[in-house]
């Protein structure tokens, strides 16, 4: 028989909409900048290499800070913390958007993603530590709402933002919003309990400084990899060495060390641990599918930035209604079987639009992101659930961090993966098709010879029209190339998701969700 349901008070509400809008102006930024990186580029005089730290930089933060949250909450309180994040991001924020040097916008990004990253982090253990156990579906479905919609919608907002206005207001949009969040938390969260703040000669300046470099420099790598050929540049070199040195040398310092930066014995909790790996995947097929579609979209069936952001448009507002409804049942449903049916549903995705070629158009795109956004719910909301919901209440701040994490590095593992495996196969199917296109011989060239007299009886020069048929089967080659290099991820993709099943297997039905009421 189910639990009752005890009925969220009017302070609940507040306390789910302010850790909510704060996670969700997080995420928006990771996605918001990168269709107006040509105007920012333009506008600054900057290469695009250069340009691209206006995305790392704020990756690099975010990842870095992710998991000392927890020893920032403990040591100076859950409700200081949370409103210190949200100030600080808004005035990086406005930083950002008068940032008169390319230097000041890298900095301003950097400062947003180290303060965005508390917001992520914060906001979903704020919400397992106050609402009642018995609401959790709901709050967390509130709470993942914001995560899965907001990197769909940056796209779109930032399209229009850009072409309408300027780059600029991508992010002073984020002014009237966060002065919202910041009153609402002062408002809505409780207060923290007098504590002393940490002394700074306890602190494990260490491990925060191996974690700084494991990790900021993984990043870095997996961002910047692609763009210098990967490990034929020394740079990239450097820093592969840098993180197979101390990211090791940094868990055996943190699960060592009496006073953790970082707890990593939260790991000792199956559910946590296979909830992680999970979650790694989630974020790569959460991003990845984010970032693979527009870029399908405007290369291969030419696009605006605007367009593009209303064709991934109706997958977030699937999103949406998929996480209001499955809240009101998720708790009394195994979290496991609803995962598992999310990664079948996402791999069958995957295999649909491998499927798809750029005669399909647009409307082909539509039934396959409407169930990608369906079955990215389903494996995020239980998700979770399962991972976090029995930790002990000391342990949900290290839990929430580390679980973040995850999903947070499976996006820039994904990406990074994703552009480097799209330009090798673009290679392999380009050479593959020239060679086979070469060997054709008379049917090839009847084709060139058809093209010539077309352009002819169009009133091409004749030794011109001989060139633009050559350019013509060229551009042809290319784009099939092309075409085959994105079924190949597609397919990828859906493999990834199909093979990621069985760690389902390891995941527990939290039973202290089901039970009544909670702990305020």
């Known amino acids: ?16 909409a302010t850790a909510s809008l704060g996670a969700f102006l997080e995420v928006l930024d990771t996605s918001i900048v990168n269709v ?96 009642p156990k018995d609401r959790q579906g709901f709050a967390q479905a509130i709470f993942g709402l914001g995560i899965i919609t907001g990197p769909a919608l940056g796209p779109t907002l930032g399209g229009f933002l850009t072409d309408l206005l300027s780059w600029r207001w991508i992010f002073l949009i984020n002014l009237p919003f ?18 002393p703040p940490p002394v700074l000669a306890t ?34 070199v450097l820093l592969a060495l840098v993180c197979a040195i101390t990211l090791p040398a940094f868990v055996a310092w943190e699960l060592n060390h009496p006073q953790p930066a970082v707890d990593l014995r939260v790991l000792r909790h199956r559910s946590l641990a296979a909830g992680s790996v999970l979650s790694l995947v989630v974020g790569v097929g959460l991003y990845g599918t984010v970032f693979l579609v527009p870029i399908y979209a405007q290369g291969l069936l030419q696009y605006t930035a ?53 005669d399909s158009g647009g409307d082909a795109l539509f039934w396959p992101l409407i169930f990608r956004g369906v079955g990215t719910v389903l494996m995020f909301l239980p998700l979770s659930l399962a991972a976090l919901g029995d930790l002990a209440p000391e342990e949900i701040n290290g839990g929430s961090a580390f679980y973040n994490l995850t999903r947070q590095l499976g996006g820039s593992l994904g990406i990074a993966l994703l552009t480097s495996l799209l330009a090798h196969g673009h290679d392999q199917h380009r050479a593959a098709l020239t060679e086979a296109a070469g060997s054709l011989g008379a049917p090839l060239q009847e084709r060139l010879e058809g093209l010539r007299l077309l352009l002819e009886s169009r009133g091409v020069d004749p030794q011109l029209a001989g060139r633009q048929a050559l350019e013509l089967i060229d551009r042809e080659v290319d784009r099939q190339a092309a075409l085959l290099a994105y079924d190949d991820l597609f397919k990828l993709l859906a493999l990834m998701f199909l093979a990621a099943i069985p760690l389902v297997l390891l995941l527990r039905r939290p039973r202290s969700l089901l039970s009544e009421g909670g702990a305020r």
């Open 306 to 358: 605007i367009q593009t952001g209303l064709l991934v448009l109706p997958s977030a507002l699937a999103s949406g209604a998929t996480m209001l409804l499955l809240s009101q049942r998720v708790q009394q449903l195994d979290p496991r079987r609803v995962i598992a049916g999310g990664s079948v549903m996402l791999s069958l995705v995957m295999v649909s639009l491998a499927s798809i070629n750029p």
């Open 178 to 195: 966060g002065i919202l969040a910041v009153l609402l938390a002062l408002r809505a969260l409780p207060p923290d309990e007098p504590k």
């Open 36 to 131: 107006a990186v040509t105007a920012i580029q333009s506008q600054l005089g900057a290469t695009l290499a250069e340009v691209g730290w206006v995305v790392t930089g704020y990756g690099i933060a975010n990842v870095v800070i992710l998991p000392l949250t927890a020893f920032l909450a403990n040591g100076y309180g859950r409700r200081g913390y949370f409103v210190f994040s949200l100030a600080g991001f808004t005035a990086a924020s406005v930083l950002c958007g008068l940032a008169p040097t390319l230097p000041w916008l890298v900095a301003g990004r950097i400062i947003q993603g180290l303060l965005g990253g508390g917001l992520l982090a914060k906001a979903q253990a704020i919400l397992f530590e106050t609402v």
């Open 203 to 236: 602190v494990d300046w260490l491990g925060i400084a191996l974690l700084t470099l494991s990790l900021g420099s993984l990043q870095v790598l997996l961002e910047q990899g692609e763009q210098y050929a990967w490990f034929e540049d020394q740079g990239i």
């Open 1 to 16: 028989m189910a639990a009752s349901r005890t009925r969220l008070s009017p302070a609940d509400w507040a306390i789910i």
